[in-house]
């Protein structure tokens, strides 16, 4: 049995409804922290009322759309210059959830991908997934995607230490 995965960019008005995806990835983040977030990403609309669609798109959030109308991934892009590979779709958060194939999920929102890298003049598509998510690595691999570098995190608080430039003098 195929199964139909629609996607589209995020708009202002569904950023409620895929925070419980968000939320099941992320869980310590709020929905007043991803409303902030994602209005930074989302598509603005024109006076009409019609989406307005930069030419290329160069940030936004992808989701990917269930046969029932509910969001089960979400990619959030943005467009940079990359040393190693120059103008490069960076994906900064990839989520797929599915119960029976997460990489049909995964599938449908790299194939909008590629299109956006492409119009983009880009040369290389970096995505992040979660480093414990063995589905995401073997759908990602899927798809043509190669391990390439690792993303190491150090967590700081706010109540770290002040860098030493700032320190006086002994």
Not at 41 to 64: D, L, M
Request: glycine share 6%; charged share 20%; with cysteine.
């Amino acid at each position: 049995m195929t199964r139909a995965v629609t996607t589209a960019l995020l708009e202002a008005g569904q950023i409620a409804q895929v925070f419980p995806l968000v939320r099941a990835r992320l869980p310590g983040i709020d929905l007043p922290r991803w409303r902030r977030h994602a209005s930074t990403r989302v598509r603005k609309v024109e006076a009409e009322g019609r989406p307005a669609r930069p030419s290329p798109i160069r940030q936004g959030i992808v989701v990917a759309w269930s046969e029932r109308g509910y969001a089960c991934g979400l990619a959030e892009f943005r467009i940079h210059n990359d040393l190693g590979h120059g103008r490069t779709l960076a994906v900064d958060q990839v989520m797929a959830i599915d119960l029976l194939d997460p990489a049909v999920v995964v599938h449908a929102l790299v194939r909008d991908l590629r299109v956006i890298a492409a119009e983009n003049g880009c040369a290389a598509l970096h995505l992040r997934a979660a480093a414990n998510d063995e589905n995401a690595a073997r759908a990602l691999g899927a798809e043509g995607f190669v391990p390439d570098d690792a993303l190491f995190c150090l967590p700081l608080t706010p109540a770290a230490a002040p860098p030493p430039w700032t320190r006086a003098l002994s």
